[in-house]
């Protein structure tokens, strides 16, 4: 019954989503979404210089133009493997591990070459044994890294190339991500609890009285924020730290859980921190009851999204009726932001979040460039403009 229940709730949010139009247009796939060209965008990374890059889960497109080109550089339509998680020091220099397939790579050149890594380093649990690293790694700079392992933490001098292993005080939760600070000062973020290093990563201890996070987000200066995603969870609480996640501040956030479901949450820079997501008026609450009434569910009012914006001292909120839902966004400087949206939707904003401007993605490119009957079959290699 429960399957059915998420089911039949998913069915009305995307049917809320679909039937949503304004700033983004209907996807190249067409409003049922044909599946090749019908994508969403869950990380993205941009610079100020217009260099930037999204990922569909798996495909990398990277822009060196502000998104008025985009090319493949990771993933089936690149011809190479599939992205991963990303993690970018800067417009050159990042990594990618795709852990379901055990692979994680770098690159120095922007995504021109890629070198592979290990995935796996020694095991505490039984000598002469190895275990797997996991998602929610951190590099410092290019040779060192940290991340985590099964109940343990990794950590690299030479880019990945071999892991070390340290173990986590005992009764740790599995650490789902790192932040460093500097190269010396960390945390590791694992549900419900906080540890901190100040050696590197050789010895990490657990923080009194941290809250139920599911995502933190950091900046270098210390400054940190937790929240939680979905609907169903806390996500009217959001937490502040400002001493690199020593201590943290409950703040109230506004936000609706019963009518607002959080993507995405990110610190900015400056000491501000946003929370991003879609709200519907109909709300899950009013669809279990009229599926426990056996009443048929009426027509869900389009999503529009919302942006809560910490400002230092409270939350304020926005909402966009011409957008459906935030699923990404990033902040490149306080006033400077990119975004993903809906279905194929790549925004910008130069204001703080204020107003945004689509700007259209690989696949819309590639319809444009390339006429072709349905259905849609990708050019090999992918035409250029």
């Not at 397939?101 to 796996?120: I, N, P, R, S, Y």
């Amino acid at each position: 019954m429960r399957a059915q229940l998420i089911a039949l709730i998913g069915s009305v949010l995307w049917a809320s989503t679909a039937g949503a139009q304004g700033l983004v247009p209907t996807p190249p796939g067409g409003p049922l979404c044909q599946p090749r060209l019908c994508h969403e965008y869950r990380q993205l990374y941009f610079t100020s210089a217009g260099t930037g890059y999204v990922s569909d889960g798996r495909n990398l497109f990277r822009t060196t133009d502000a998104g008025n080109t985009w090319t493949p550089i990771l993933g089936p339509i690149a011809g190479s493997s599939e992205a991963g998680e990303l993690f970018f020091l800067n417009e050159s220099v990042f990594f990618s591990y795709a852990e379901n397939v055990h692979e994680f790579l770098k690159t120095t050149d922007g995504g021109k070459t890629f070198a592979h890594l290990a995935t796996t380093g020694p095991s505490v649990r039984k000598r002469g044994a190895t275990d797997s690293v996991h998602m929610g790694f951190f590099f410092i700079d290019a040779e060192h890294g940290w991340a985590p392992g099964n109940e343990t933490v990794y950590f690299t001098t030479d880019g990945g190339i071999t892991w070390k292993v340290v173990s986590l005080p005992t009764d740790a939760h599995q650490a789902r991500r790192i932040w460093m600070f500097d190269p010396q000062h960390g945390i590791a973020h694992s549900r419900g609890q906080i540890f901190k290093t100040e050696d590197a990563g050789l010895v990490w201890r657990l923080v009194p009285s941290t809250h139920e996070m599911d995502r933190v987000r950091c900046l270098k200066s210390g400054f940190c924020l937790g929240c939680q995603t979905g609907s169903e969870s806390d996500v009217q609480a959001a937490y502040i730290s400002r001493d690199g996640g020593q201590t943290w501040q409950q703040t109230q956030t506004g936000i609706d859980g019963d009518k607002d479901f959080v993507n995405d949450c990110q610190a900015v820079p400056g000491g501000a921190a946003v929370i991003v997501g879609a709200h519907n008026d109909q709300g899950e609450s009013e669809v279990r009851h009229l599926i426990g009434t056996k009443t048929p569910i009426p027509a869900p009012p389009p999503d529009r999204a919302f942006l809560v914006k910490w400002d230092g001292t409270a939350w304020q909120r926005t909402e966009y009726p011409e957008i459906g839902r935030f699923r990404g966004i990033q902040y490149v400087t306080p006033t400077e932001a990119w975004a993903s949206a809906d279905h194929n939707g790549i925004l910008h904003s130069t204001d703080g979040g204020q107003t945004w401007t689509f700007v259209p993605d690989y696949y819309r490119q590639i319809v444009l460039l390339t006429p072709s009957p349905t259905p849609f079959v990708f050019p090999t290699p992918a035409p250029t403009p």
